[in-house]
């Protein structure tokens, strides 16, 4: 059934029969849709050219639909806002931008979205800051040099009685590119440096791990036990050094270099050697040994240069390696001027100067640190060259400072 016209349409039904009838336009509903027309096409018009001139003004509810938007690449006129101006955007990215938002609500989402935007980048740059705490193309690029088998460079691990905070210390190390850990029965942490040695992808023929025998068990027999005990502890078959820590309690030069003498013959040890030893104590040493003196580690940094034990390690008839600890002085060297002059000049830390005088001088340096980030700082050390100036001015450093100096300590004797 057809549905009931209303009078409006059945007059304009009627006007366009008529028309076709005589040939002739229904002019009055023609007049009516032209009137329409131009209202319309004007109004669109005008709409159009304000949104223009407000940069993409949104035209209200549900304008959205039939907005029109900015090809990409061209400015609108009066250019970009001051803000994609400040920002340094392209052209296409300007126009991308161009558009405002239509009401106090958008305005406040713009708002909101400008400020995670500006969260993630404080969010990224935390992802980047973490990220430069890897090592990087800086840190793995370089490598201790080495003598006679031994990196002149490592890490020492005194004080480090916390296990995890040790084993992260020296897995981190492994990592950065450190072959060399120091370590020693005093310390109570073979286990943790040998739990990071055993986590760690580096295979054992690349490393270069040194223990020591308190002087409590420096006796013939208490030294074999007490080897086999840190090799237990460490998880190893054999260590690389092994050191007397100090020549006081059972110590006997013959006595207990005999029980030394023994442990390297039985491969359970590579080397021999001592530490704070005097120049007389490490001459009666080298005198005694059936094995020879490989090292004696000392503390040693720009305060306490150890000239005379240098002098006589480097003797043809004695060759013993001159291995230091405490080489930046627990961070003294913060506070001497000859040391930051050179440090400005090489851009790099007083720290990593007295690092890289000890090399100068063939001294292995073991300094000690937890933390990544002094890990890397001593590790970028290797970077880092002294001319004959540099080492010059070092040298020249009037003041002098013993940090280990206990009353038992043979130079108190």
Same mark, same amino acid.
């Given at each position: 059934?057809?549905?009931?016209?209303?009078?409006?349409?059945?007059?304009? @039904?009627?006007?366009?029969?008529?028309?076709?009838?005589?040939?002739?336009?229904?002019?009055?509903?023609? #007049? %009516? !849709?032209?009137?329409?027309?131009?209202?319309?096409?004007?109004?669109? =018009?005008?709409?159009?050219?304000?949104?223009?001139?407000?940069? =993409?003004?949104?035209?209200?509810?549900?304008?959205?639909?039939?907005?029109?938007?900015?090809?990409? =690449?061209?400015?609108?006129?009066?250019?970009?806002?001051?803000?994609?101006?400040?920002?340094?955007?392209?052209?296409?990215?300007?126009?991308?931008?161009?558009?405002?938002?239509?009401?106090?609500?958008? &305005?406040?989402?713009?708002?909101?979205?400008?400020?995670?935007?500006?969260?993630?980048?404080?969010?990224?740059?935390?992802?980047?800051?973490?990220?430069?705490?890897?090592?990087?193309?800086?840190?793995?690029?370089?490598?201790?040099?080495?003598?006679?088998?031994?990196?002149?460079?490592?890490?020492?691990?005194?004080?480090? $009685?916390?296990?995890?905070?040790?084993?992260?210390?020296?897995?981190?190390?492994?990592?950065?590119?450190?072959?060399?850990?120091?370590?020693?029965?005093?310390?109570?942490?073979?286990?943790? &440096?040998? /739990?990071?040695?055993?986590?760690? /992808? &580096?295979?054992?023929?690349?490393?270069?791990?040194?223990?020591?025998?308190?002087?409590?068990?420096?006796?013939?027999?208490?030294?074999?036990?007490?080897?086999?005990?840190? %090799?237990?502890?460490?998880?190893?078959?054999?260590?690389?050094?092994?050191?007397?820590? !100090?020549?006081?309690?059972?110590?006997?030069?013959?006595?207990?270099?005999?029980?030394?003498?023994?442990?390297?013959?039985?491969?359970?040890?590579? +080397?021999?050697?001592?530490?704070?030893?005097? &120049?007389?104590?490490?001459?009666?040493?080298?005198?005694?040994?059936?094995?020879? *003196?490989?090292?004696?580690?000392?503390?040693?940094?720009?305060?306490?240069?150890? $000239?005379?034990?240098?002098?006589?390690?480097?003797?043809? $008839? #004695?060759?013993?390696?001159?291995?230091?600890?405490?080489? *930046?002085?627990?961070?003294?060297?913060?506070?001497?001027? +000859?040391?930051?002059? #050179?440090?400005?000049?090489?851009?790099?830390?007083? @720290?990593?100067?007295?690092?890289?005088?000890?090399?100068?001088?063939? #001294?292995?340096? *073991?300094?000690?640190?937890?933390?990544? /980030?002094?890990?890397?700082?001593?590790?970028?050390?290797?970077?880092?060259?002294?001319?004959?100036?540099?080492?010059?001015?070092?040298?020249? *450093?009037?003041?002098?400072?013993?940090?280990?100096?206990? /009353?038992?300590?043979? !130079?108190?004797?």
């Amino acid at each position: 059934m057809d549905e009931p016209r209303t009078n409006t349409e059945e007059s304009r @039904a009627e006007e366009t029969t008529r028309g076709a009838e005589t040939g002739e336009t229904p002019r009055r509903s023609n #007049v %009516l !849709w032209r009137a329409l027309a131009v209202g319309t096409a004007f109004a669109a =018009g005008f709409l159009l050219g304000k949104r223009s001139e407000k940069g =993409g003004l949104s035209l209200g509810p549900g304008a959205a639909e039939t907005e029109v938007r900015p090809t990409p =690449g061209t400015p609108e006129r009066g250019g970009p806002t001051d803000r994609e101006a400040g920002r340094g955007g392209t052209a296409d990215e300007g126009a991308a931008t161009a558009e405002q938002p239509s009401s106090m609500g958008s &305005v406040a989402g713009e708002a909101e979205r400008e400020r995670e935007r500006e969260r993630a980048g404080e969010e990224e740059t935390e992802s980047e800051r973490g990220e430069e705490s890897e090592p990087g193309e800086d840190v793995t690029a370089l490598s201790a040099p080495s003598t006679r088998g031994m990196p002149m460079f490592g890490l020492g691990t005194y004080q480090m $009685d916390d296990h995890d905070e040790c084993v992260e210390s020296v897995r981190t190390a492994l990592e950065m590119g450190y072959r060399h850990i120091d370590t020693a029965e005093m310390y109570e942490n073979e286990s943790a &440096v040998g /739990d990071a040695i055993a986590e760690s /992808d &580096v295979p054992r023929d690349d490393l270069f791990v040194a223990t020591k025998v308190s002087p409590d068990n420096l006796d013939y027999d208490h030294v074999l036990t007490s080897a086999e005990e840190s %090799l237990d502890r460490l998880g190893l078959d054999y260590v690389d050094l092994l050191y007397v820590h !100090w020549p006081t309690g059972e110590y006997e030069a013959a006595d207990t270099l005999e029980a030394f003498a023994e442990l390297r013959e039985e491969g359970l040890i590579e +080397e021999i050697g001592v530490s704070n030893f005097t &120049v007389d104590l490490l001459e009666e040493a080298v005198d005694v040994a059936e094995e020879p *003196i490989f090292a004696d580690q000392v503390e040693m940094h720009p305060l306490l240069p150890q $000239d005379e034990l240098r002098e006589f390690c480097a003797q043809e $008839d #004695v060759d013993v390696e001159l291995v230091a600890y405490s080489p *930046i002085a627990r961070g003294d060297v913060d506070d001497v001027d +000859e040391l930051r002059e #050179v440090a400005e000049k090489h851009d790099a830390t007083p @720290a990593q100067v007295s690092l890289a005088w000890c090399r100068e001088k063939d #001294v292995t340096a *073991i300094p000690k640190a937890t933390s990544r /980030d002094h890990l890397r700082e001593n590790w970028l050390s290797l970077g880092i060259e002294l001319d004959e100036e540099d080492v010059a001015k070092i040298d020249g *450093i009037d003041r002098e400072e013993r940090l280990v100096d206990p /009353d038992r300590a043979p !130079w108190n004797g």
